[in-house]
């Protein structure tokens, strides 16, 4: 992998990792373009994977500070609850990382059709969701469930993981800055656990044969993109802003299907 490549694939991650588009649909696509090597792909998406939780860290550091400092105190708080229900929201993906992992990396294989075909459920769930009105209630144990069931079934490259879990908080009647806000909490422990899970299964722990360079440009790409990706999907949320998102994978699907089947 080359430097550019690196910097092209850490600014789609980072960039879709928060777009409701699917980073891991557009990171298929560009893999599949760019052809990159599957001992590559893994090393390569450790660490732009880190990078975007890095990149989350950054913004919402004062909501986990608070939510930290208040969670060690020996009384049950509205911190408490709220770190709780990212807990619960946690469990249907954990479940399916442990249970089905050869499964679900069984999809990641550079399947254009699929990826294609994804992103256009991704497309309706974001054209729906952009007339789905923000409602006022705060988001319960019961919605981090479903949200969290949700996020385990968006582990299919072309559906949109931030566009899922925050359309389905939508439907669920939760505020709109809620629901992006826990969207993006929510993923920070299983992406490292992933992460993890990963590094403990990869035969050495250097960057192989992708070299330190690309990986070191792919990171910052991943992290600046991140950031900016990050702070203007919580104004989109706001704004309510989704049908673009929507029309852009309807199109992108659609390309993807002809490529893939001629």
């Not at 600014?11 to 560009?30: A, R």
């Not at 969290?148 to 582990?155: N, S, T």
């Not at 990963?198 to 044969?209: T, V």
């Not at 949320?237 to 309807?250: H, Q, S, T, W």
Request: contains cysteine.
């Amino acid at each position: 992998m080359s430097w550019l490549e690196a910097l092209i694939l850490g600014v789609i991650q980072g960039l879709t990792e928060f777009l409701p588009v699917s980073s891991s649909g557009h990171l298929e696509l560009g893999k599949a373009i760019l052809q990159i090597q599957a001992k590559e792909n893994l090393t390569f998406s450790i660490v732009v994977h880190g990078a975007t939780v890095l990149s989350i860290l950054v913004v919402f550091w004062r909501d986990i500070r608070n939510l930290l400092l208040r969670s060690f105190r020996f009384e049950y708080n509205e911190s408490n609850s709220y770190v709780l229900k990212l807990l619960v929201s946690m469990v249907p993906v954990g479940i399916v990382g442990i249970f089905f992992k050869e499964q679900v990396e069984s999809l990641f294989t550079g399947n254009i059709v699929l990826v294609g075909s994804m992103l256009l459920v991704t497309a309706v769930i974001l054209v729906v969701t952009n007339f789905v009105p923000s409602g006022k209630r705060s988001i319960t144990y019961l919605d981090a469930l479903i949200i969290g069931i949700v996020q385990a079934l968006a582990v299919m490259p072309g559906i949109s993981r931030s566009g899922a879990t925050i359309s389905t908080a939508l439907f669920l009647g939760n505020n709109r800055d809620q629901a992006a806000r826990f969207s993006f909490l929510m993923v920070i422990l299983p992406i490292v656990a992933a992460n993890f899970l990963d590094l403990r299964g990869m035969e050495s722990s250097g960057p192989g044969a992708i070299g330190w360079f690309p990986l070191v440009v792919g990171f910052v790409a991943a992290f600046v993109s991140g950031l900016i990706a990050c702070n203007w999907m919580l104004k989109i949320v706001r704004k309510g802003k989704l049908l673009y998102f929507g029309i852009y994978c309807l199109v992108v699907g659609i390309i993807a299907l002809v490529v893939g089947l001629i």
